[in-house]
């Protein structure tokens, strides 16, 4: 059974680029500033469609990103000094969006709804395997070895005597949203469970900081032609490294391993 409880606009990129940023719930969350004509506050960069904001409306008529696309192409060209015919322009601006609903209250409740059936011991952070139980309690990563008083004395209690929570800290101190998919499955639900343990609402708790690559993209993307056959055959010791895939743990594993020995090639010549 899947549930739809609401998208999130993707504002990765504006984040980097330091595009101003604010929490608008109608809009479903964290949306770029934009005036008239879809500018951003980072210069030269202009945005439309969904990443600045949608609802309901915006799924059922794609007209309005189309003219969000053609007012933001328009003034980017002319931001680099294209001449736009007058007529080009009329009959074509952005609707601007229809204010709607809140609709984070339904999170909250779809947050308190999936900790009333599954409790908190469940992996809120799928790929590092963080419970909702460990976040809120900033439990360190499990190979860090949670009975540790040092790795144990921060709390959502003690960060708040710091200041405001924010996913950054979280993930240096549990792991969450640190794994292949850069929180992109938990993001959402970590500032859930901070704003429900902080006692505040999900607009307090900052975006967590965001890092390229922005989605995850095969190796062949960045060079498509298969490696040579004399790499694939010595790939072990391709960089010249002894030690690169020694188990640092085992001990006299560098001498044993292949790459440690020399060898002697012969040819006809």
Request: net charge positive; hydrophobic share 40%.
């Amino acid at each position: 059974m899947c549930w739809a409880i609401g998208m999130v606009p993707s504002v990765e990129l504006l984040h980097l680029v330091g595009a101003r940023l604010r929490f608008v719930s109608s809009l479903g969350g964290f949306v770029p500033d934009v005036d008239a004509r879809m500018r951003t506050s980072a210069p030269t960069v202009f945005a439309a469609g969904d990443c600045v904001g949608f609802h309901e409306g915006t799924l059922a008529e794609p007209e309005m990103a189309r003219a969000q696309g053609r007012q933001a192409g328009r003034a980017a060209a002319e931001s680099l000094g294209a001449r736009v015919a007058a007529g080009a322009a009329r009959g074509t601006a952005a609707t601007p969006l229809p204010p709607t609903a809140e609709v984070h209250g339904h999170w909250r409740a779809w947050l308190d709804s999936l900790i009333a059936a599954g409790g908190w011991d469940v992996n809120v952070c799928q790929c590092e395997e963080v419970t909702r139980r460990e976040l809120v309690e900033t439990k360190p990563p499990r190979y860090l070895k949670w009975g540790s008083k040092q790795m144990s004395a921060r709390s959502v209690a003690t960060l708040l005597r710091d200041g405001p929570l924010n996913q950054d800290q979280i993930k240096r101190l549990t792991r969450a949203g640190m794994g292949p998919c850069q929180s992109r499955r938990c993001r959402e639900q970590v500032g859930l469970l901070l704003a429900r343990a902080a006692g505040t609402t999900l607009d307090r708790i900052p975006l967590p900081t965001f890092r390229p690559p922005i989605r995850p993209l095969p190796l062949n993307v960045l060079w498509p032609a298969d490696e040579p056959a004399a790499m694939r055959e010595e790939w072990v010791s391709w960089f010249g490294i002894p030690t690169q895939f020694s188990p640092h743990w085992t001990a006299g594993m560098a001498i044993d391993e292949p790459t440690a020995h020399t060898r002697l090639i012969m040819s006809d010549e």
